[in-house]
């Protein structure tokens, strides 16, 4: 999509922003950090907007925390910025949704299940403007996703064959697998 403007990527926050149903009045927290996409704050911001949220832009300083690197893959344990700022993290838990666009993520943060039981919505998003709007999640494809859910989790084995030769066995014994559907709408 070499022709993508800075149009299509407000539509597909707002895309995401309507399947994580915000509402009128909410408050919505863009978080990023210096290296973050400034596309996808702007995007954020205007999409929370038009949507008649309450929108707060919270920029953290940057890197993980150390001796891990940041990976931009969502895999490691988010901002050292916010695992250790206590009015951050308050921040998060006092808002309806948090679009997290960070680079490292905090999907794998401890800080991330205290701010979910806090009743907030997180959404990370870290693809390129290309991915991400190739991959725009539908409404219904969270129902396909919980049942995939609940194969893994009743399974005690995975088979994975292929015409391609493929042949893998997966152990699922005392797996929990959790979801990602693209939106947060719960």
Known sequence: MSNLRSADLTEAFTQQLVLSKVQPGEHVIVLSEPNSRQDF???????????????????????????????????GP??????????????????????????????????????????TRMIFVCDTPEVLIRNMPKAEDKQRVLSGQELVNNASKMYITSPAGTDLTVDLVDVQCDYQVGFADD
Request: aromatic share 4%.
């Open 41 to 75: 704050v702007a995007a954020a911001f205007a999409a929370a907007k038009s949507l008649d949220a309450h929108v707060l832009s919270v920029v953290a300083p940057g890197g993980a925390a150390a001796p891990v690197p940041a990976t931009h893959t969502g895999a």
């Open 78 to 119: 988010g901002l050292a910025s916010v695992l250790e700022d206590k009015v951050a993290q308050n921040v998060m838990k006092d808002a309806d949704l948090v679009v997290d666009l960070t680079y490292e993520g905090f999907i794998h943060a401890p800080v991330q299940h205290e701010i979910l039981e806090s009743g």
